[in-house]
């Protein structure tokens, strides 16, 4: 487990999160690339399932990521967003899935430097917490 990589799948809001991680490029800021962005309009449209398929995919870990509180383009998409995500944090250790695999910050469009700390920090996590159990019962 030592050599041990995680896949992390991030859903990231196109206004905030997604042009946070354009100024870490640009800023040549370096995180670890163990991180897949897929870039959403608004955080609010990330529907569980997902989330879900994400893990049964084998990803060790799910962040979703958008817009402070109050910031949202499209009015109150992250509060959606929130609301989502604690419900899914109760569901989700009912099918194996430990909670803390998954993740929701808030990094507004200005923020990276936050960006790519933040990444650097899940991914330090989820080394830590070792592989999503569902990867090793995947038959291939």
Request: glycine share 8%.
């Amino acid at each position: 487990m030592a050599d041990f990589e995680p896949t992390i799948i991030a859903f990231v809001c196109n206004w905030c999160t997604y042009t946070a991680a354009d100024l870490a490029g640009t800023s040549r800021l370096t995180y670890p690339r163990n991180v897949r962005l897929i870039r959403v309009m608004c955080t609010g449209m990330v529907d569980p399932q997902y989330v879900v398929k994400a893990f049964l995919a084998g990803a060790d870990a799910v962040l979703v990521s958008g817009c402070h509180p109050g910031d949202c383009h499209y009015i109150n998409g992250n509060f959606k967003a929130r609301r989502r995500i604690k419900l899914l944090k109760e569901i989700l250790p009912r099918f194996g899935f430990d909670e803390g695999r998954l993740r929701l910050t808030w990094i507004g469009a200005s923020e990276g430097v936050d960006f790519a700390h933040t990444m650097t920090q899940l991914v330090d996590e989820v080394r830590a917490l070792g592989p999503n159990d569902v990867r090793s019962q995947m038959v291939l």
